[in-house]
């Protein structure tokens, strides 16, 4: 035969009852605010970028700021390449004692002036506080941030400030003009 379940009344379930209910809602409100603040702190800043079809070449746009010391930086446009030919000739440029010894990073394009090699001893940009965005730039498409304009082609990248200089990366050559 069917015998429902009885369930002691609220006020009768005693001291352990009612503090294992509080420690149970302490730990979730805490599991809560440790989520909470741990996306929040992965947020940051988004820094625009594109990536080519094959992944090959990334592009990533770098707002004005501040170096270490306070100084304004303008605002630019960092690129790099995952497999060239002409890759250990550049990192051997970048690790040569007039660089300091420094890895090669790619290359960068400010407002106004020429593009150049990067020669850096770490990432360009503040990690806890900004967080790339790379989109795929489609052949024969271009991408516009600020003043810069880049084209992805199947030979590879190009990218032009309105000053005129820019670059261009392929897995074969470069240019920096």
Known sequence: MFRPISKKPAQEEG?????????FLIVLMLCVLALTSTSMGAAG???PGFRSPSGNIRCLFLPPGRDDTGHPLPSQLQCSIAQADYAEK???RCMAPSR???DWHGWSL???GK?????????????D????SYGTLPYGESW????FTCWSRVTGVSCRSRHGHGLLISRQAWRAW
């Open 15 to 23: 001291y352990c009852g009612r503090v294992n209910r509080r420690l």
């Open 45 to 47: 800043t988004r820094l």
């Open 90 to 92: 550049l990192q051997a």
């Open 100 to 102: 300091a010894g420094v």
């Open 110 to 112: 400010s407002p106004t």
């Open 115 to 127: 593009g150049m090699i990067v020669c850096s001893g770490g990432i360009l940009y503040n990690p």
């Open 129 to 132: 506080t900004q967080r790339p």
């Open 144 to 147: 516009r941030q600020a003043v």
